[in-house]
């Protein structure tokens, strides 16, 4: 399934991007749940027959600047020590270099993105993990602008600095509340079987 916008310069809504994913003939199997401003949706992963599968949460809010992707496992040892990870405690997924050539926007379907970036990473993976050689390519953006540029900034954009850098921490705030809920989640149903 691949739902494009109506033009190649509209954003898709949530509505559009949520849809993108949970019809995703690579993710549709799971499950989540559509807001106003977000979503998360939660799907098991194979990237090849002889793979193992993965739980996967791809969680979005509309004042973040992309979809953040994790593994839920209760067993990060190995995972941890992958190339290309934001975050090793949470198994965050590198998928693609913001201001590179591969990149996501609001205009993409999750589903020609996202996922099938996410399953990439999951092959190259499990390549990695036999040959301890990233073959999956890529790069990790620059550090952040510091406190230094941020005083070169007129007024009236320090104003618009702060305002956007306040959406920001409020988008992760939530995207971190839905990733303890969902590992809590996985947690559980692991612990039954």
């Not at 791809?58 to 992707?69: E, G, L, N, R, T």
């Not at 913001?98 to 589903?111: A, E, Q, V």
Request: with cysteine.
């Amino acid at each position: 399934m691949s739902i494009k916008s109506v033009s190649k310069y509209q954003n898709l809504s949530i509505v559009e991007m949520y849809n993108s994913i949970s019809m995703c003939h690579l993710s549709k199997h799971g499950y989540g749940h559509l807001g106003k401003n977000s979503f998360y949706w939660v799907y098991d992963a194979q990237p090849s027959a002889l793979s193992d599968v993965y739980r996967i949460l791809v969680i979005y809010h509309k004042d973040y600047y992309s979809p953040a992707v994790y593994i839920l496992s209760d067993d990060i040892s190995q995972l941890s020590k992958a190339p290309h990870l934001y975050d090793r405690e949470k198994i965050k997924l590198c998928l693609y270099y913001p201001t590179g050539n591969k990149k996501w926007t609001r205009r993409d379907s999750l589903c020609n993105t996202i996922v099938a970036w996410t399953y990439l990473w999951l092959y190259f993976y499990e390549e990695w993990l036999y040959s301890k050689e990233w073959k999956g390519g890529g790069i990790h953006p620059p550090p952040k602008v510091d406190e230094v540029e941020e005083k070169k900034l007129s007024p009236l954009k320090k104003i618009r600095a702060q305002k956007k850098k306040k959406r920001n921490t409020n988008a992760l705030n939530y995207i971190n509340r839905i990733y303890k809920k969902s590992m809590l989640e996985y947690l559980k149903t692991k612990d039954k079987s």
